[in-house]
Structures are given as C-alpha cells and as structure tokens.
C-alpha cells in the first residue's frame, strides 16, 4: 500500500458512497474532499470502445468520483478492442506509479500478470465490470460489477417467463469474459436450446448476421442482445423491417432508444448494471485505502436490475442526464 496521504475538506452537497457489507449506499451529505496539495493519481483502463454508449456513463462515474475525492484521473480506453493495446496500457500506467489502478480485466489469462506486477510494485488495484472470477485471487482490492454468468441465468429465465423457446445470444466480441459468461448463463437457462450468435463489433455486420439467421431459422423467438453496440442498430433495423414487437427482443445496458422501445412494449426488458457505479465506486475505493487503509470485506455487486414497461420511465430521464 502506498503510504497515507492527508486530506482537507471543504462544505457543499455532493454524494458520498457508503460501502457497508458489499452493499452500495448512495446518500447525499455535506462534505466533499478537496484537492490536497500532492493529490493522488490514479489511472482507470477499460476494455469499453469508444463506440459503445455505456462507455459514456462509465467515464462520467470515474470522473465524478475523482473531482469529489479529490484526486487526479487518467481514463484510458481502446477505439477497438485489442489485448495487447490494453496490455501497453496497463504497462504504460505500472511504469508511472500511481497512487491507485482501476481497470477491466476482459481476458484474465492476459491481463493477470501485469496487475499482479502492479499489486507487487505496491499499487493497489480494484477490479470493475468484468474479472470478477480473478479478481480475489490476484489480490485485487475488491470486484465493482455484476456477476455475468447469473446475469444472463437471470434474463434467459425472464425469457422464459414470456413464453420463448429456441432464442440467440449475441455475441458481439467473442473470447471477452463477461461477454461469454452471459451467453453461457442465458443458454444454461434454456437448457442448451439458445444458439450463441458470434459477431464483430461492427453495427452494419452485426444486423447482417442476426438478419442472416433468423431467415435461416424462422422457429427462432427471441433475441437477446448483450449490450448498446448491438441493441441499437438492431432496434433501427427491425423497425425498418417492421419486426419490432414481433419477436421478443431483450438487452443488457441501457440506452435511451432501447429504455423507449421498453416502455413502449416493442421490448421484453433491459438489464441495468449501473455501470455509473461502476466508475465511481472504484476510485472512491482507492482514495479511503490511500487515505484511510479502508477497503470492502466483500466484492460490490451493482447489477443486474431488471427494466420493465413497468419502470422504463424512471429511468429515462437519468439516462440522458448519463448516469444511467
């Protein structure tokens, strides 16, 4: 652990995440941590393209949190998934020794190394998003995210629930972990009856292949999306075709066109991990455990949330705000 750093503090309103039990508690109070003199500096490495709207909100969290710590933030990401660019990265922030590391760990075969080199050289590190499975073992400080294989457990019996039988998975970057951990929970959940769809990330060829299969396989009656990148154009798409509502059509991630296309039934659900906490709680994490020595006595789960025509139009409006 690098060595404690005081603080000062000044008033205003501002939000204070309370970790209690691995639960996450949001509670407005009446302090914020000021800048110290020598801030600490952390950098956040995701795995999350530039493309890919979830990105936005995860950023704005890393940065929000930052500015209320009182700490400085570099926020690296790849335009397109790439292993060994995030691998430069992570290097690239071991070799600046900061205060603090927050990151993805999509492939953990390739990724544990390097964070155990950075565990080592006394930086701590909190694992957010996907990891979860490595996180612990590398001696990570905590895991912030939702346990994807559960997750898609959870939406394929949702599924279910509605009556489809013989659906697909898409898979948008196939060999990424959480991505498969969904796929493989959404297709244990049916029994091994849901076909895995592989694809690029790009949007054109991900409705091509998803077009391209439900022509072929006209018995397919549901699609489940595994997030924004694939979801949006795929709604576009099927309005285009005038399929939208035809068939069930779910997603992980929010985006304002997928929260409309909920509310107005033409969507079975979408699965919300909060990926807003996702950046905030990491650097909170690392500015007590520098400060304080604090850190959770368990991994923080933020997802998933399940929502419905029922909810959709609370969460609307927050998600142009980009907090959800």
Known sequence: MSPLKPFTR?????????????????????????QDDDPLEFVAITHIVAADPFGNVLKRGFEDAAEEMGVKL????????DTSQMLRMIEQAIATQPDGLALTMP???????PVRDAIAAGIPV????????IAGEIGALNYVGQSEYRAGQLAGERMKEAGV???????????????????????????????????????TSITNAVLAHLNSNPDTDGVLSLGSLATVPLINEFRDQGAMGKIAFATFDLAPESLEAVKNGEMLFAMDQQQYLQGYLPI?????????GLRPTTNIQTGPNFITQENAEQVIELTRQGYR
């Open 10 to 34: 000044r008033f205003s309103t501002t939000i204070t995440a309370g970790l209690l039990a691995g639960a996450v508690t949001l509670v407005t109070g009446q302090t914020a941590l000021a």
């Open 74 to 81: 570099l926020y690296n990401s790849p335009a397109q998934y």
């Open 107 to 113: 492939d953990a075969s390739a990724f544990a190394k």
């Open 126 to 133: 909190v694992v957010l998003n996907t990891g979860e499975e």
């Open 165 to 203: 039988t013989k659906p697909i998975c898409i898979n948008f970057a196939p060999g990424q972990s959480q991505l498969d951990a969904r796929c493989q929970g959404f297709t244990d959940a049916f029994d091994g009856a849901a076909t895995q769809l592989s694809t690029t990330q790009d949007p």
């Open 284 to 292: 909170v994490s690392l500015a007590l455990y520098n400060r304080y």
